[in-house]
């Protein structure tokens, strides 16, 4: 079964950029399948940020896409986000997943970013 | 963008009885695009139900879902401790890709 890992710096500056990567194992990046990032936050819930396909095609949610990179590395079979200009409201829970069928399937456990000086 | 609204925000219930949760959507979906999502304290969300109806690998089929226009349902026959938690729908497309709803803390009365 796939396993997916966030990693990164869990203290972000305001005005900064945030930065995470996901390691996937038990499973190729290079399947048939998107990969996204979902972040959760108390104020906004569940917000998906994004998704990318193998080939390096993505889509992101509008209300993020001016700061907003997803990257894959498929030689090291992970993924990547980074979300420019941060600010205090981007502090959230970050999650990896791989989609499914019109769904998230499977989850990382989640890494908390928090956005401070 | 299409909006998402559960119901009730909070129910209380005890240990085998039925829970009732619905997600409505605001315009029209595809049932197969609604999927129902369980969530545990410091846990990531865990997929329950996909194309509305469907239980995803592992799940027990005390876990059932349903639609009526844009009406979805979740509903849990007969509730095991380990149920109680937030329950989140989530609608797919058109843009953002994903919604989700504002959640249902299911309870121990």
């Known amino acids: 079964q796939v396993q997916l890992q966030e990693s990164g710096p869990g203290l972000v500056k305001p005005s900064g950029t945030l930065s995470l990567t996901c390691a996937v194992s038990g499973g190729s990046i290079n399947s048939n399948d998107w990969w996204s990032w979902v972040r959760q936050s108390p104020g906004k819930g569940l917000e998906w940020i994004g998704e990318?396909?193998?080939?390096?095609?993505?889509n992101y949610n509008p209300s993020l896409k001016s700061r907003v990179t997803i990257s894959v590395d498929t030689s090291k079979n992970q993924f990547s986000l980074k979300l420019t200009s941060v600010t205090a409201a981007d502090t959230a829970v970050y999650y990896c997943v791989r989609n499914s069928y019109y769904c998230l399937e499977f989850w990382g456990q989640g890494t908390l970013v928090t956005v401070s000086s | 963008e299409i909006v998402l609204t559960q119901s009730p925000g909070t129910l209380s219930l005890s240990p085998g009885e039925r829970a009732t949760l619905s997600c409505r959507t605001s315009?029209?979906?595809?049932?197969?695009?609604l999927a129902w999502y369980q969530q545990k304290p410091g846990q990531p969300p865990r997929l329950l139900i996909y194309t509305a109806s469907s239980r995803a690998t592992g799940i027990p089929d005390r876990f059932s879902g349903s639609v009526s226009g844009t009406d979805f349902t979740l509903t849990i026959s007969r509730l095991e401790p380990e149920d109680f938690a937030v329950y989140y729908c989530q609608q797919y497309g058109p843009s953002p890709l994903y919604t989700f709803g504002q959640g249902t803390k299911l309870e121990i009365k």
């Open positions: 990318i396909y193998h080939s390096g095609s993505t």
């Open positions: 315009q029209s979906v595809s049932s197969d695009y």
